[in-house]
């Protein structure tokens, strides 16, 4: 009887295997299918633009690319002040970055100046904020200033009230035996006085990310006198190039686009933000026509990018 109903014990052992694999998959099922409701739900992400068209529809339009084959559920929209229910807000650009400083869902934050972005005020729990800079941090761009104009030695800046990078400049301009002018303009100097008490003292301009200073009203005679002083200009986007600088370094709204997507999968993976960072890519434009007209000597675009790579 024992014999029919039960299993001899070499039977027990032989069937084992077989017997743990199906508890182990029905388990599995099981868990599973508790799991579903939650892993169902895709992230959402709420992408808000500053304004329509420019850089910022570039950046929405690359960064959707760029997770296009993620499982995330995306929205880009202008300016609301209304994230939703949103997972994650990415702020594109300043004014959007100001209408979400204070809200209480996670924002990554891109396409801001550092100085700009310092301004805002910050939630209280500030894990909930991050930022991917627009502009370059100083060591790049003294890099490309030096990788352009090796003999240079007198560098003149400019700036409405010092910015953040300033200590850091100086200190990477001694590291560079290099000597630093510095002019404020306020009420008692006016832009265009410190412009050229700085010019008579310098052999290149160094643009600052400073909008009191640098802005569509000021660039056009800043660049003129510049021009007649035959003091390059070094600028900070490419816009500055077409209009007259010598070169300029810079980051993509593509390349700011691939590293915030980077920024995005890490909050996917750990619901944490990753600290305010730097671009990570960038870009070298040169105006050859100004370096003709200034007697330079200055190597093309790729040859300086592949220097400024290369600088510690």
């Known amino acids: 009887m024992r ?32 799991l579903s409701p939650v892993q169902a739900d895709p992230l959402r992400i709420h992408i808000v633009l500053s304004e329509h068209g420019g850089s910022y529809q570039e950046f929405g339009d690359a960064l959707r690319n760029e997770l296009r084959t993620q499982p995330y559920q995306l929205s880009i929209d202008a300016d609301d002040g209304n994230s939703g229910d949103a997972d994650l807000v990415v702020a594109v650009g300043m004014r959007s ?10 924002v990554l934050n891109v396409l801001v ?28 761009q ?51 006085d410190a412009l050229d008490e700085v010019l008579e003292e310098s052999e290149v301009l160094l643009v600052l990310p400073d909008t009191d200073v640098y802005n569509a009203g000021t660039i056009r005679n800043i660049l003129l006198t510049s021009y007649r002083k035959q ?12 209009a007259g600088a010598l070169c300029a370094i810079y980051s993509t709204p593509g390349q700011i686009a691939a590293q915030t997507a980077e920024a995005i999968m890490q909050f996917a993976d750990s619901g944490k933000l990753p600290p305010n960072q730097y671009p990570k890519e960038f870009e070298v434009s040169v105006n050859t026509q100004v ?14 990018r592949n220097e400024v790579r290369r600088a510690p």
């Open 231 to 242: 003091v390059p200009l070094i600028g900070i986007s490419q816009a500055y190039v077409k």
């Open 113 to 140: 100046p550092r100085a700009g972005y310092d301004k805002l005020a910050k939630p209280v729990v500030t894990h909930l904020t991050s930022a991917i800079y627009l502009d370059q941090p100083i060591e790049r």
């Open 291 to 304: 370096a003709r007209s200034l007697d330079l000597s200055i190597k093309d675009a790729e040859k300086l």
């Open 3 to 34: 014999q029919v109903i039960g299993f001899s014990r070499a039977t027990f052992h032989r069937l084992l295997p077989f017997l743990t694999s199906r508890i182990l998959s029905a388990a599995l099922v099981c868990l599973l299918s508790c």
């Open 142 to 192: 003294l890099s490309l200033l030096v990788a352009a104009l090796p003999k240079t030695k007198n560098i003149g800046v400019l700036y409405t009230a010092q910015p953040f990078s300033l200590a850091g400049l100086r200190r990477a301009v001694t590291e560079k035996r290099l000597q630093l002018h510095e002019r404020i303009v306020s009420k008692e100097r006016t832009l265009f």
């Open 97 to 106: 970055a100001a209408a979400y400083s204070s809200s209480d869902k996670p």
